[in-house]
């Protein structure tokens, strides 16, 4: 029984998921190998190659694997699949976007969100918001699984072995093209992979009050921005730093919760970081029944008392 893991990658370099993905594969029993599908992505192939606990690599190289399009990636895992008992991909927007396409032409049941992998056919993945587990048994022959990556360490990215094979890449699959793409530069951490975070709610007020209150914090930690929904409904916040269910799913060594009350949706995006710290003035605000330290205060207070203090 072997293991296969749909690397997610930028070509030159993997991505950090990618190691939370190992892990699970690793949990799940067997060889595990790395696919590498992508264009001049040698980089991130010897980069698998080095994580610890993988046995193989498999890269496949393509002009039409360039854009990352998810016909033909699907169509790249099918072409090797009959080799694998288990199918991993990040539960990432990429691997959202791949997994159920694979899972279909399959005709097998997809396992999304795995966050515990109880047996090669169990696993755990919450539901209701975060407010119950399910354990989910699957008898397909070839299991589909996206892992809720913040559920797993990551694999050591050094110390492998693992051989690199070239295999055949796909033809084009011709059923979308790459029309283009906006990507934003920040000059702070990305939400998801970040060490440090510094979330604001609603209780902020303004756009400009998350500027003026949380960025010096987050300047003196080196920390991400975030903010809750109800922060990005009322446009105090972009879209793109939306922590919860409906939002980026985040477990960061240390989770800063200013203003946020801690709403059951909020709290599904946050709740695994390691260290979670609240700031509200309510004492009876959900975000408190999660946090590992809590500071009832007037956060326009206290958080300028704590980044001078810093």
């Known amino acids: 029984m072997s293991v296969l893991v749909i690397a997610e990658h930028d070509h030159g370099a ?5 190691l939370n993905t190992v892990t699970a594969a690793l949990q799940c029993g067997g060889d595990v190998h790395v696919l590498v599908a992508g264009h001049n ?16 690599v498999l890269h496949a190289d393509s002009a039409c694997l360039a854009e990352q399009l998810a016909e033909n990636v699907a169509t790249q895992v099918l072409a090797v699949a009959k080799n694998y008992s288990h199918l991993l991909f990040p539960a990432t927007a990429h691997g959202k976007n791949v997994a159920p396409r694979v899972a279909a032409l399959l005709d097998v049941a997809q396992v999304s969100d795995a966050s515990k992998v109880v047996g090669p056919d169990t696993f755990e993945r919450s539901i209701y918001a975060g407010n119950a587990v399910a354990t989910v048994q699957t008898s397909d022959a070839i299991k589909v699984v996206t892992v809720r990556t913040t559920g797993f360490d990551p694999a050591p990215a050094a110390g492998g072995t693992a051989a690199v094979a070239k295999i055949d890449a796909v033809a084009d699959s011709g059923l979308s093209s790459f029309v283009g793409a906006e990507i934003a530069k920040l000059d702070r951490p990305e939400l998801t992979a970040a060490k440090i975070i510094v979330s604001g709610g609603r209780a902020l007020g303004s ?10 914090l987050a300047d003196k930690l080196g920390a991400a921005l975030g903010a809750s929904r109800a922060a990005v409904d009322a446009g105090y916040a ?9 939002g980026k799913i985040v477990a960061p060594q240390l989770y800063i919760a200013c203003g946020i009350s801690g709403a059951i949706q909020h709290l599904a995006g946050m709740k695994d970081s390691k260290v979670i710290v609240a700031i509200n003035k309510d004492p009876e605000a959900p975000i408190f029944s999660v946090a590992d330290y809590g500071l009832e205060a007037d956060l326009f207070v206290a958080v300028p008392e704590l980044t001078k203090a810093l």
């Open 14 to 18: 993997l991505k950090g998921t990618t």
């Open 41 to 56: 992505a040698s980089g991130a192939a010897q980069a698998a190659a080095q994580i610890a606990g993988v046995a193989k």
């Open 207 to 216: 756009g400009d009050k998350f500027t003026e209150v949380l960025t010096p």
């Open 238 to 246: 972009p879209n793109d730093w939306q922590v919860g269910q409906t």
